[in-house]
């Protein structure tokens, strides 16, 4: 019985990086269609970008943490 709750949790732990994969589609999505359409402030946009990638990062290295450390802490 723990083992399968074990597995259930680390499933649930990674939709997280499932939804920061999804996060980093649109925001490379929006980078390049903004460039696109005007193109002369894309090294500003590129900063925009960056910081997108990074935030939605953020929410999936702790998810994946969460998913090991549940599928091997017990």
Do not use: D, W
Request: aromatic content about 6%; hydrophobic content about 40%.
């Amino acid at each position: 019985m723990l083992e399968g709750a074990k597995l259930i949790g680390a499933g649930a732990a990674t939709i997280a990086p499932a939804g920061a994969a999804i996060g980093i589609g649109n925001v490379s999505s929006s980078s390049t269609h903004s460039v696109a359409r005007n193109p002369s402030p894309a090294k500003q946009s590129s900063g925009y970008a960056t910081s997108g990638f990074a935030s939605t990062e953020a929410i999936a290295s702790p998810a994946s943490t969460t998913a090991s450390s549940t599928s091997f802490a017990f």
